[in-house]
């Protein structure tokens, strides 16, 4: 059901987007379900949780100089992932609906910085690399799973200006909050996390022909 507190949420969202090409949430899916999220996580078993890929799979070593969390693709195999894709889909339909973005659809996963993890700073999308024949991702999105996250924890997501000269937010991981930001304006880093960190990243992407 769409509220009206929604259609608020994505008023302030549109023209945040509009005007700095990212916005910053605090807690704002439904409670409740960023406890079942938080709780389908830490019950996930290890082996499901597998070291990510930065696009060249087979060069262990280079992926793991840029970025060393672990990820778990979301299927909607559960009712807790089948809910935060619903609500992801209004907020794809809704942007849709005020930006003209041609959002089509949308891909996630939890990801895990164990102690000592990090994400090197890097684009989620490329602007010239683009093709109209593949799916491009246009808005990036992170939820944060973290509870009583303290300064000394490190983990902050750095977002840097569009031509990398000055760092515009830092980001504490913080439960429940969520970052919405166009994929191919900010370079961004996750600084080295002390404790361990969890959130869900996600990406809504265009329409590719093939
Ligand atoms: C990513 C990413 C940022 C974060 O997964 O591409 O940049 O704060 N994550 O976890
Ligand atoms: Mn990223």
Redesign the pocket.
Known sequence: MITDDFEALLDDLAEALVRDGYRILPLHLPSGLTDRLWQELQDLPDNELKVAGIGRQDDFQLNRDIRR?KIHWFTGETATQQDFLDWMEQLRAGLNRRLFLGLFDYESHF?SYGPGAF?KK?L?AFKNLSSPLQANRVL?T?L?LNRDWQPGDGGE?LLFNDDDTCLLET?T?DYGKL?IFLSERFP?E?AVARRERQ?I?GWFRTQGAL
Do not use: E
Request: avoid cysteine; charged fraction near 10%.
């Open positions: 969390d990801a994400y890097h989620d990036s992170v944060y997501l980001v991981p970052i961004h996750v959130s990243a």
